[in-house]
């Protein structure tokens, strides 16, 4: 095998690469074939043939297999459309940057949220992140699970995730620090907390009420599991299976059977802005505690180093330093 000429590479992706062509590469990929991509294109087919070559010729190699079933990457395509991807949506993130500058704010900062992070928080850092000509950073929200939160942010998608660190997660070229840990309320309508209150803590009783529970396999609704099976109990199938804090809320305070269980700081914000009320048990989880990801490679933006700094300074304003455990990873960087 020749050896790879890394000058030479570089010097024709300078001068012949633009950014059509990896838009190109996505559109491939995205439709599996030259005829759907130049479709997709409002190009012809032989245009599309022509600029895949020229874009393998750069690369010194082919991006793509053909088959009968279409074209899928090669290793060396899996890892130039990853840059692919990355290089387009900062390209679309520039775009709102400069939207941002143009409507009075420093720059536009992209963030990934799993369920059940208080929005008090985020509200919270997006006043304490001014950027450095004291102007405001504007955000953008993007909620998912971890592993969806984390691709997007390898794939720049997203500048910045708030989750839990776990030592299920893949933290492979990304930096991560743990902001937090949370801590386990039961909540109930008004009425039926005032019941549940009036007596201990019986695990039969609350597993024959109507539960609201995230989906099966995400770390709360594991928890849960858990609890029950430690009293001895099968754990009760949910007649609502949902991580939106709002809608919990509104089944919660419209329902005289209904509970749930969600982190302490959630139960606080739904009783202020839902009415439902915490039922004073004490029981104990596992659950990983709430992290900051950030990518470990390459440079961070100004506008991320100031809404980083801002939800550090408030979260450890609001919980203090979180102290280190078992399931408390120590920091991911310096």
Request: glycine share 6%.
């Amino acid at each position: 095998m020749a050896a790879f000429d890394a000058p030479e590479v570089l010097r024709r992706l300078s001068s012949r690469l633009k950014m059509r062509h990896l838009i190109l590469l996505l559109s491939i990929r995205q439709h599996g074939s030259l005829t759907r991509a130049a479709e997709h294109m409002a190009s012809s087919q032989p245009a599309i043939t022509n600029a895949l070559a020229e874009l393998e010729s750069m690369f010194g190699a082919p991006l793509f297999d053909r088959s009968v079933r279409g074209m899928a990457p090669t290793a060396l395509g899996d890892v130039v459309l990853a840059r692919a991807r990355a290089m387009v949506n900062d390209l679309g993130h520039l775009v709102q940057d400069m939207e941002a500058v143009a409507s009075g704010h420093g720059a536009h900062v992209h963030v990934g949220v799993t369920p059940f992070v208080s929005g008090h928080i985020l509200s919270a850092a997006m006043q304490r992140a001014p950027a450095a000509d004291e102007t405001r950073v504007s955000v953008s929200i993007h909620e998912g699970n971890s592993d969806q939160l984390l691709a997007q942010l390898r794939d720049h998608t997203v500048d910045i995730v708030i989750g839990r660190a776990s030592s299920a997660t893949d933290v492979k070229h990304i930096a991560f620090e743990v902001l937090y840990r949370q801590t386990p309320r039961l909540i109930a309508s008004r009425r039926l907390a005032a019941q549940l209150s009036r007596g201990p803590l019986n695990w039969q009783a609350l597993a024959e009420l109507d539960w609201i529970l995230g989906a099966p396999l995400t770390p709360i609704r594991e928890q849960v599991t858990d609890l029950f099976l430690s009293a001895g109990l099968t754990p009760p199938a949910p007649v609502v299976e949902s991580h939106s804090s709002k809608l919990i809320g509104e089944l919660i305070v419209g329902s005289s059977r209904a509970v749930s269980i969600v982190p302490a700081d959630i139960a606080d914000e739904l009783v202020r802005i839902a009415g439902v009320a915490v039922v004073p048990y004490s029981f104990e989880w596992t659950l990983p505690p709430i992290a900051m990801f950030m990518r470990a490679q390459g440079p961070r933006r100004t506008a991320e180093q100031d809404f980083a700094t801002a939800l550090r300074d408030t979260c450890k304003s609001l919980y203090g330093d979180p102290a280190p455990d078992a399931t408390n990873p120590p920091r991911g960087w310096v």
